[in-house]
């Protein structure tokens, strides 16, 4: 059964780190494609960053690239956020969520296959 468990949230001003990590179990990931995506409150879930486990490709939405950095730990079945200079409009649930299709798609949400349950992100000014 696949697992993905979610870590490394918390308050920090505006400015601020953070690191987000997704350690995913029960399966071999080295073909999935994995992602994080949040939801602030009264809004939709967002895209925010993937990458394809088997080459490092990444991707990420606009309003976070410089600042946030996606990767993978292959020895610790782990994939990380690095989150730098946060803003307040950064605050949100954040999901780690695996995609076994490996899809071209990875900015849409249904097409992923696992979730984890999710980290809070508070961001204060």
């Known amino acids: 059964q696949v697992q993905l468990v979610e870590s490394g949230g918390g308050l920090v001003q505006a400015g601020g780190s953070l690191r987000l990590s997704c350690a995913a179990s029960g399966r071999t990931f080295s073909s999935y494609l994995m992602g994080w995506f949040r939801q602030a409150p009264g809004k939709e879930r967002e895209f925010v960053a993937a990458?394809?486990?088997?080459?490092?490709?990444?991707y990420y939405v606009d309003s976070v690239k410089g600042r946030f950095t996606i990767s993978r730990d292959n020895a610790k079945n782990t994939v990380y956020l690095q989150m730098n200079s946060l803003k307040p409009e950064d605050t949100a649930l954040y999901y780690c969520a695996a995609d076994r299709d490996n899809s071209n798609y990875y900015y849409i949400s249904y097409k992923y296959d696992y979730w984890g349950q999710g980290t809070q992100v508070t961001v204060s000014s």
């Open positions: 990458i394809r486990w088997s080459v490092g490709t990444t």
